[in-house]
């Protein structure tokens, strides 16, 4: 049995539409959020909470803790689950390979990475070495 063509494009037409729906909201971190708090009565949460880096955006369900192992929502993708602190240093990390910078020690700007030992880059902002010499 084969489906026509029109209920073929309706099939891809809900998915997305659902998709959209969920993915550009913080809608299934809280509903995540309700399950976690029913199912432990020690779990401990501050609610959503949002970080930026390196023109990425992530959700996540705050527990107090840069690594505790929660739920994490990137702007559209799905939940994942880990720690935001590691999310944060993962996405830095493919910044800094992609664009060849490296974030500067003594003001936290990125800055070119222009020489053979990190330690001798200089920041283009604050013109000190990114180690902080
Ligand atoms: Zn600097």
């Not at 976690?36 to 803790?65: I, M, W």
């Not at 739920?71 to 830095?92: F, N, P």
């Not at 003001?107 to 330690?119: F, I, L, M, Y």
Request: aromatic fraction near 12%; charged fraction near 25%.
């Amino acid at each position: 049995m084969t489906q026509s063509d029109h209920f073929r494009n309706m099939v891809d037409r809900t998915v997305n539409f659902v998709n959209d729906s969920f993915l550009f909201s913080t809608t299934m971190l809280e509903f995540a959020d309700k399950i976690l708090t029913a199912y432990d009565p020690d779990y401990k949460s501050f609610g959503v909470e949002h970080v930026t880096t390196c023109g990425r955006h992530l959700y996540y369900l705050n527990q107090g803790d840069t690594y505790a192992y929660t739920v994490l929502k990137e702007s559209g993708c799905k939940l994942t689950a880990g720690s935001w602190g590691d999310w944060v240093e993962q996405v830095e990390l493919e910044y800094a390979l992609e664009h060849n910078e490296i974030r500067c020690g003594n003001c936290g700007e990125w800055t070119p990475n222009d020489q053979d030992d990190w330690h001798d880059v200089v920041c283009i902002s604050c013109h000190r070495n990114v180690d902080g010499s």
